[in-house]
């Protein structure tokens, strides 16, 4: 046990007193722990005090590392820059545009494009604020040079239903190895002088040109659609699935082979201990992990992932990035937020007490293996989330209270649906296609004319594939009863 040495009984007084003593009693300048030489800007975390200059280094230096470490971006390819306006992701962007400059020493050699996603339809924001917003924005993404696309939200009511369907794997892989590809690609500069990486056929102005907003009816339908979501939580996930489904769409009719998102440390760390209490643990390597390949033809990759929210901060303020903040989805009750906002809170308030808590969950996930998230088949794969279903084995006892909630809706005319048609669009003929997180999430999304129409119609799909196939396997079987006999 632990003993007190004196009379103050506990070693909690002690402990606290000891934090206390460990705080200087007077501010002074400290030296750059790197150079020696300057006077220390800002401490990352105890000890690592920087200056300006060698800060800057320091956060250069991690972001190629994390490239040059996980070798997934092949030279000469075609990446995707998912830009929300936040800080992370506008840190994501300086750090490529700086990559790509003529004055870098080892330039980037891939090929950018930028997307963004207007979600001011669901975030309370009034026409002339969406307007304002995408005006600032643009302004934003012609400053890169890089070619840009300015997506809707409510486009993603417009998707095609191959979206949930995953692309052919060999499309996003190189025949070469990575080492020939970089010899090859230097080769070919030297070969051409030395020219501009940068590719000009879908440079801003070949952008197709898209109306400033989407039709009023089109927003009415999707407002529709989130209001029809019966908690904070389920329409955080829905948010969520359809801006990715989005952005992979642009992807792949863009030919981009990659997407970077920005997710930082903090942002990883709360997604992991969110996506445990949603019920995709299973998971949790795709979702958090570096590279996100569960789409086949488009890998999504995280590059910012080894950045704490205080890092990133630090340098948007120090080196005068652009940022555009977004306001949060809006809720009715307010004293009962989402799962999402509760761990996020949670974990930044055990950050200002611990400052090593969001490392600690950070570096266990890193230890989670990708191999459950596998599929071979599309049978095999979620609906919306295209992870493997994991609804074998074990999970049949935590999986059989969904499947005994859900019941097949009445049709309007008050009969039951129990012909195949009308089982296309029970509630219950669904649960089958999703996996347990999905599930959870899909109980909560409203009414199923509510959904997105190409949800629906990849479902029915799905739906109808599984019923031939089970009425083709009976077939034979009643063929070789009379011979038998």
């Given amino acids: 046990m632990c003993e007190a040495a004196g009379d103050d009984a506990g070693c909690g007084a002690d402990t606290a007193s000891a934090r206390r003593r460990r705080v200087p009693g007077h501010s002074y300048p400290r030296p750059c722990v790197k150079c020696g030489q300057g006077s220390a800007a800002l401490v990352i975390r105890v000890g690592d005090a920087f200056c300006r200059g060698c800060f800057r280094e320091y956060f250069v230096h991690k972001f190629r590392a994390m490239l040059g470490k996980n070798r997934v971006i092949f030279p000469g390819e075609k990446v995707l820059l998912a830009l929300s306006g936040g800080a992370a992701s506008s840190a994501m962007l300086r750090q490529v545009q700086e990559g790509l400059s003529r004055e870098t020493a080892k330039r980037l050699r891939f090929v950018p494009g930028i997307i963004y996603v207007d979600e001011g339809a669901v975030r309370g924001q009034s026409v002339a604020q969406r307007e304002q917003n995408l005006a600032r924005m643009e302004t934003l993404l012609q400053a ?5 696309h300015l997506v809707h939200l409510e486009q993603a009511l417009e998707l095609p239903p191959s979206i949930l369907q995953p692309g052919p794997e060999g499309s996003s892989k190189p025949s070469t190895s990575y080492k020939e590809a970089v010899e090859g690609f230097i080769q070919q500069q030297r070969q051409e002088g030395d020219g501009d990486s940068l590719s000009t056929q879908d440079m ?15 927003t009415q339908e999707l407002l529709q659609l989130f209001e029809a979501v019966e908690t904070s939580t389920a329409r955080e996930e829905l948010l969520q699935m359809l801006r990715i489904h989005l952005i992979l ?6 030919g ?7 997710e930082s440390c903090t942002r990883v760390a709360i997604k992991l201990l969110t996506n445990l209490a949603l019920g995709r643990g299973a998971f949790l390597a795709v979702d958090t992990g570096f590279m ?4 086949g033809d488009v890998m999504v990759v995280r590059p910012m992932r080894e950045y704490m929210a205080k890092e990133i901060a630090f340098y948007n303020h120090f080196f005068d990035v652009p940022t555009v903040i977004m306001p949060p989805l809006s809720t009715k009750r307010r004293e009962k937020p989402s799962i999402h906002r509760v761990i996020e809170r949670f974990l930044l308030g055990l950050q200002e007490d611990f400052p090593s808590t969001i490392s600690t969950v ?4 890193e230890k989670l ?4 998230a596998k599929a071979s088949s599309e049978s095999q794969r979620c609906l919306l989330c295209l992870c493997a279903l994991d609804i074998a084995g074990e999970e049949e006892l935590a999986l059989e209270p969904t499947l005994i909630i859900e019941e097949p809706e009445p049709v309007e005319n008050g009969c039951c649906q129990d012909t195949p048609a009308a089982g296309a ?3 219950a003929a669904f649960i089958p296609l999703l996996c347990y997180g999905c599930r959870l999430t899909f109980k909560e999304l409203g009414p199923l004319a509510t959904l997105p129409p190409y949800v629906r119609a990849e479902a029915q799909r799905r739906i109808h594939r599984a019923e031939m196939k089970q009425q083709s396997q009976e077939v034979p079987l009643e063929d070789e009863e009379p011979s038998k006999s």
């Avoid at 769409?249 to 863009?254: D, E, N, V």
């Avoid at 996100?292 to 789409?295: G, I, K, T, V, Y």
């Avoid at 950070?362 to 996930?365: N, V």
């Avoid at 293996?369 to 459950?372: E, H, I, R, V």
Wanted: overall charge positive.
């Fill in 292 to 295: 996100d390949n569960r789409h």
């Fill in 425 to 427: 669009e029970s509630r």
């Fill in 249 to 254: 769409q642009t992807a792949r009719t863009r």
């Fill in 256 to 262: 981009y082979a990659k997407v970077m998102t920005g």
């Fill in 369 to 372: 293996s990708p191999a459950p």
């Fill in 144 to 148: 890169t040079g890089f070619p840009y």
């Fill in 362 to 365: 950070y570096r266990t996930g």
């Fill in 204 to 218: 801003p102005g070949g952008s197709p040109p898209l109306p400033r907003l989407p039709a009023a009816a089109r």
